[in-house]
């Protein structure tokens, strides 16, 4: 009896070998990436928990339908415009303006309002449009 139970097919499975292999590439992917991400120990510079002043600000300048004059949501007159700017221009030398004029409004007030720029040498500008709806 014996003798016919060795020639019967080997049906069982061992997949101890499969487990090992499984077990040591599992071992070599966590080392390799434990080592990648280690690096280089550096003292990182702290960042302020407080609004930078140097960062500039962008000034709105609004020209209203009717010819208002707006400086960030405040009315404002071309004097006051001018005097508010040249106090931010001390403060910041270089510091964005975009202008939004109304499509009534007539065209020489933006263009005051573009000429106090050019004298008070500004050179960041930008004008605000709208989208054209077609």
Do not use: C, H, W
Not at 12 to 19: A, F, G, R, S, V
Not at 43 to 55: F, G, I, T
């Amino acid at each position: 009896m014996q003798v016919q139970d060795e020639d019967k097919p080997y049906d069982d499975i061992n997949i101890t070998p499969m487990l090992d292999l499984a077990y040591v590439l599992l071992v070599i992917f966590i080392i390799m990436t434990t080592a990648a991400v280690q690096g280089i120990k550096v003292n990182l510079p702290k960042a302020s928990a407080s609004v930078s002043l140097a960062r500039p600000q962008t000034k709105a300048i609004t020209v209203s339908d009717s010819g208002q004059v707006f400086l960030d949501a405040f009315p404002v007159s071309m004097g006051e415009l001018e005097q508010r700017l040249r106090e931010q221009k001390a403060l910041t030398p270089e510091f964005p303006v975009i202008v939004k004029g109304d499509s009534n409004v007539p065209y020489q007030k933006v263009v005051d309002v573009l000429d106090l720029l050019r004298r008070l040498e500004l050179s960041q500008v930008g004008l605000v449009t709208g989208r054209q709806s077609t």
